[in-house]
């Protein structure tokens, strides 16, 4: 059997322990992406009201945002020279964002709870930073400045949204 391990080795100038702990990070960055995108996009679906197109257009712009990191958060780990994600049972194994199954929730506690998942998203952002900086990895460090400001503005809007008078 011939040895594969080193098959997706990416060439890189970074320390390959520092790399594990960059890949690491993003990889749990990534799966509660994908989370808070299912999760989002399960509230863009399900959510009623008198708000309902409001909420239903935000949602939607929300999780196609959410999305769009996903890629470049894997491509970073690549670069790096490490491996991502490659399941929905990789996802579920390393995410932090809890899901929400429930058969009904409200618009409001929608709005709340994305609000509080997209601010864990943050506090995972920065916990990043620090690991890329430590790291030298100048050009995740600049990306992932982008995705908290992303992260942050969601948030904030989500706050806007729920607030009464």
Known sequence: MADTANNLKTPTDLNRNDTKSVADALNGILADSYALYLKTKNFHWHVSGPHFRDYHLMLDEQAAQILATTDAIAERVRKTGNTTLRSIGDIAR??????????????????????????????????????????????????????????????????????KG
């Open 94 to 163: 390393r995410q932090t964002i809890k899901d929400n199954d429930a058969d009904f929730v409200s618009a409001d506690k929608m709005l709340a709870e994305l609000r509080e998942d997209n601010l864990k998203l943050v506090e995972l952002l920065r916990e990043a930073k620090d690991i890329v900086d430590d790291a030298k990895d100048n050009a995740t460090s600049g990306i992932l400045d982008d995705w908290t400001d992303q992260a942050e503005e969601r948030a904030w809007f989500l706050f806007e949204t729920s607030r």
